[in-house]
């Protein structure tokens, strides 16, 4: 990709000191028009304002306006302008990402604000909207697995996709093996050098038609690094369980996550197990991961100088020299 702009620099930029000169000439200017007013008594000023005014007097201030023109241009002539073409060329090298987001029931318990599946939807977003070079899918799963969105550029539709995720899209349970494999599914074909999948989940695996270890050696064989995360507290955490008559009731349950089978899947593809406990752990481990996972992105500048100067010297000696005709010819009688 070749980017290409250019802009004004000044090679000797302290002449444009003699600028601040300009306020103290305009005023002196202004004091001596003043000084040379004539004030005369008259019995009356009505007849003054029939009197025409000659052209001449409107023109009055024309020669100063041309000096002051000339002497600006002078100035910003002697500080050098130059025209700088800059091209900047930029290869990008993106990484390949699918989010595997678990979206099972046990997803709503309220251990993190307002529930686990709303504050790993936050922190994908801003992870999403922090990799612009990368291409990155979204595959959903509980009791079966799904792609959200294929491998995308476009960040803006990922997002609307992953805004339209809630729990209760797929049957319920937590098909680890089948969210693993499907996310494989939309890398392994994909051309690139560098393939990465995020693995969210709160519990073990108990669905699925894919064996997770299966998954995993399907993964080693394409040399994609899977970053698993285990998401809840340790101990209990507040489930919303519904009621006979309608509505829903706290109610505190284990929380239960298949460390070990995590950690197995992470270590043996070349990433690494997290386990978040809460919002700020899980926006933590998203950034530990962006850190890991950054973009290369090769920049290489060439620069090219032209003086513009000679034009605004050509300028300023053209009103030097109106200024001279108009003052011994049009406008000789002024002063």
Request: some cysteine.
């Amino acid at each position: 990709m070749e980017w290409f702009h250019t802009h004004i620099v000044f090679a000797d930029p302290w002449w444009l000191v003699l600028l601040a000169l300009l306020p103290l000439w305009i005023y002196l200017y202004i004091r001596r028009q003043r000084q040379q007013q004539v004030y005369m008594q008259v019995p009356a000023t009505s007849g003054l304002k029939r009197l025409p005014v000659s052209w001449k007097v409107k023109w009055r201030r024309l020669l100063w306006i041309l000096r002051m023109l000339v002497y600006l241009l002078l100035v910003v002539a002697l500080a050098r302008p130059q025209a700088t073409d800059v091209l900047q060329n930029i290869n990008s090298e993106g990484i390949d990402i699918v989010i595997s987001l678990d979206i099972s029931g046990s997803m709503l318990a309220q251990d993190f604000h307002p529930n686990r599946i709303e504050a790993a939807k936050a922190v994908a977003r801003n992870f999403i909207e922090h990799r612009p070079n990368d291409r990155i899918g979204l595959v959903i799963f509980a009791g079966q697995a799904f792609t959200q969105c294929p491998l995308t550029i476009d960040h803006q539709f990922l997002i609307q996709q992953l805004e339209k995720v809630h729990s209760g899209l797929l049957p319920d349970g937590t098909a680890i093996g089948d969210g693993l494999a499907t996310a494989v599914e939309r890398l392994r074909e994909i051309p690139g050098k560098s393939k990465v999948i995020i693995l969210l989940t709160d519990g073990v695996n108990n669905m699925g038609l894919i064996d997770p270890l299966t998954a995993l050696q399907i993964a080693r064989t394409f040399h994609i690094r899977v970053y698993t995360i285990g998401v809840g507290t340790r101990g209990v955490a507040p489930y919303p369980v519904p009621l006979p008559g309608g509505g829903t009731q706290l109610q505190d349950m284990p929380v239960q996550i298949d460390e070990a089978l995590l950690k197995k899947i992470a270590s043996e593809t070349g990433g690494e197990y997290f386990r978040a406990t809460g919002n700020t752990s899980l926006r933590r481990i998203y950034n530990q991961i962006d850190q890991m996972e950054k973009t290369k992105i090769q920049v290489s500048s060439y620069t090219q100088y032209a003086d513009v100067f000679f034009p605004l010297a050509i300028a300023a000696a053209v009103l030097l020299f109106l200024e001279m005709i108009l003052r011994y010819t049009v406008l000789k009688s002024l002063p």
